[in-house]
């Protein structure tokens, strides 16, 4: 699933149909530049996979990957869902159009009001422990129907930051503790409906995966038969990989899902649930390889080492600074030069840890060349920042050529909004 390279006759990159080098020269950089048929190809594939082994099957599209509103949209024309972990983004999802009950509110150490939001908004709400649980039955209306975040005491990801499961996780209720979680809410007068676990982020390895649906059907099945619930979804959480490097091997879709899907309608069958909804929550595997980081090298500097210095910077592109992560970067103009040379690839925030590439392998750069940074599509924007008062680039979505900005570039004005000096201190 690494993205293919594409040209056209220029020998420049295609993205989406549109010529990167031209983009950068129109829109300027940094910008992030989006391919939308990417996006639909790759829901439209993981669906497939799982849907044709086991049709009650849903999607919530982990949106804190990527929260443009034209993304959103995408995903709602395909049917998604949304897995929503904010009042901001049950917000941004209404606005994108998707129905209350298409959103599923999973918070972490809530505050009261956040909690009244979600009941205000309509959405699912996924319960996070018992002080959440004590703190909405205090503002919840009678029979309000709501699910749990279990820790199946499984754990993985692609960075220790990424592991969501586990006995060092925040996340969730204890496995031990979910029978008597369920018979609580249902004493408190609530109707739980639906499990959910989330393991990590960034899996390729279905193992991990497959023990944690294992672990999980194993606690429904437990909370089941001391309680009676009737689940109407099982929900798996996310953590499908992308391969971020040309050489590792893509997730196989359609083996993953048919082994999942064997083990859910085993445990299924076991336990005696049904048929409830089986959901997932991918957000890279959808939006991961879709995107581009278009930024311009304006520096050329041998010193102790070479460096390419380009005008982004970790509060543009905060992943390889915070995770250690490896993105492949393309020259725009030559995207098929073989490499030719170590250097440092810098960006333009004044801090020695602003680096998107170490010691690297790379063609012939020069100043005013284009680098496409690949695989910028999930959690690039969204945690993006005004750090070193520098403004957020502009976002485009591309499809079969065609180009629409869908978020303005910021200006020096947005770095002062909401901001108010005391008459006190004014300059007379």
Same mark, same amino acid.
């Given at each position: 699933?690494?993205?293919?390279?594409?040209?056209?006759?220029?020998?420049?990159?295609?993205?989406? @149909?549109? =010529? +990167? %080098?031209?983009?950068?020269?129109? *829109?300027?950089?940094?910008?992030?530049?989006? $391919?939308?048929? #990417? &996006?639909?190809?790759?829901?439209?594939?993981?669906?497939?996979?799982?849907?044709?082994?086991?049709?009650?099957?849903?999607?919530?599209?982990?949106?804190?990957?990527?929260?443009?509103?034209?993304?959103?949209?995408?995903?709602?024309?395909?049917?998604? @869902?949304? =897995? +929503? %972990?904010?009042?901001?983004?049950? *917000?941004?999802?209404?606005?994108?159009?998707? $129905?209350?009950? #298409? &959103?599923?509110?999973?918070?972490?150490?809530?505050?009261?009001?956040?909690?009244?939001?979600?009941?205000?908004?309509?959405?699912?709400?996924?319960?996070?422990?018992?002080?959440?649980?004590?703190?909405?039955?205090?503002?919840?209306?009678?029979?309000?129907?709501?699910?749990?975040?279990?820790?199946?005491?499984?754990?993985?990801?692609?960075?220790?930051?990424?592991?969501?499961?586990?006995?060092?996780?925040?996340?969730?209720?204890?496995?031990?503790?979910?029978?008597?979680?369920?018979?609580?809410?249902?004493?408190?007068?609530?109707?739980?409906?639906?499990?959910?676990?989330?393991?990590?982020?960034?899996?390729?390895?279905?193992?991990?995966?497959?023990?944690?649906?294992?672990?999980?059907?194993?606690?429904?099945?437990?909370?089941?038969?001391?309680?009676?619930?009737?689940?109407?979804?099982?929900?798996?959480?996310?953590?499908?990989?992308?391969?971020?490097?040309?050489?590792?091997?893509?997730?196989?879709?359609?083996?993953?899902?048919?082994?999942?899907?064997?083990?859910?309608?085993?445990?299924?069958?076991?336990?005696?649930?049904?048929?409830?909804?089986?959901?997932?929550?991918?957000?890279?595997?959808?939006?991961?390889?879709?995107?581009?980081?278009?930024?311009?090298?304006?520096?050329?500097?041998?010193?102790?080492?070479?460096?390419?210095?380009?005008?982004?910077?970790?509060?543009?592109?905060?992943?390889?600074?915070?995770?250690?992560?490896?993105?492949?970067?393309?020259?725009?103009?030559?995207?098929?030069?073989?490499?030719?040379?170590?250097?440092?690839?810098?960006?333009?925030?004044?801090?020695?840890?602003?680096?998107?590439?170490?010691?690297?392998?790379?063609?012939?750069?020069?100043?005013?060349?284009?680098?496409?940074?690949?695989?910028?599509?999930?959690?690039?924007?969204?945690?993006?920042?005004?750090?070193?008062?520098?403004?957020?680039?502009?976002?485009?979505?591309?499809?079969?050529?065609?180009?629409?900005?869908?978020?303005?570039?910021?200006?020096?004005?947005?770095?002062?909004?909401?901001?108010?000096?005391?008459?006190?201190?004014?300059?007379?």
């Amino acid at each position: 699933m690494f993205p293919d390279i594409e040209v056209n006759d220029k020998g420049h990159l295609l993205i989406g @149909g549109a =010529d +990167a %080098v031209e983009l950068a020269d129109e *829109y300027g950089t940094p910008l992030y530049v989006i $391919d939308e048929m #990417r &996006i639909r190809e790759n829901y439209r594939r993981l669906h497939r996979a799982f849907s044709g082994e086991y049709s009650r099957f849903q999607v919530f599209y982990a949106c804190k990957a990527n929260t443009n509103l034209a993304v959103m949209r995408i995903l709602e024309e395909e049917g998604s @869902g949304i =897995d +929503a %972990v904010s009042p901001g983004e049950i *917000y941004t999802a209404l606005m994108a159009g998707f $129905d209350p009950d #298409r &959103i599923l509110y999973t918070g972490n150490n809530v505050r009261d009001d956040e909690l009244q939001f979600a009941i205000d908004s309509g959405v699912r709400i996924n319960v996070d422990s018992r002080s959440q649980l004590l703190r909405l039955s205090e503002i919840a209306p009678e029979g309000l129907r709501i699910s749990f975040r279990v820790n199946p005491l499984v754990g993985a990801g692609h960075h220790e930051h990424c592991i969501t499961g586990g006995e060092m996780s925040k996340f969730g209720v204890m496995e031990r503790e979910a029978p008597e979680v369920y018979r609580m809410a249902m004493d408190l007068g609530f109707e739980p409906v639906g499990i959910h676990a989330h393991i990590g982020s960034g899996i390729l390895d279905p193992e991990p995966f497959m023990l944690a649906v294992e672990t999980l059907m194993d606690i429904a099945g437990r909370v089941h038969e001391a309680t009676g619930v009737e689940f109407e979804f099982i929900d798996f959480g996310g953590g499908l990989g992308i391969p971020y490097t040309p050489e590792e091997e893509p997730l196989d879709i359609d083996e993953f899902a048919s082994k999942i899907t064997g083990l859910f309608k085993d445990k299924l069958s076991e336990y005696g649930l049904g048929r409830p909804m089986m959901c997932l929550e991918p957000g890279r595997y959808i939006v991961g390889d879709a995107s581009y980081l278009l930024t311009r090298v304006n520096t050329i500097k041998e010193s102790y080492r070479k460096f390419a210095g380009v005008d982004a910077g970790f509060n543009t592109f905060l992943r390889p600074a915070m995770y250690g992560s490896y993105h492949h970067i393309l020259v725009a103009e030559r995207p098929l030069d073989e490499p030719s040379e170590k250097m440092d690839v810098a960006g333009n925030v004044c801090e020695s840890g602003d680096l998107f590439a170490r010691d690297r392998q790379l063609p012939e750069i020069n100043e005013g060349d284009v680098l496409a940074i690949m695989n910028a599509g999930a959690y690039s924007f969204s945690m993006s920042s005004q750090y070193n008062s520098r403004p957020r680039p502009a976002e485009v979505l591309v499809r079969e050529g065609k180009v629409d900005v869908v978020r303005e570039r910021e200006t020096f004005s947005d770095l002062l909004r909401g901001q108010n000096v005391p008459a006190r201190l004014l300059k007379r």
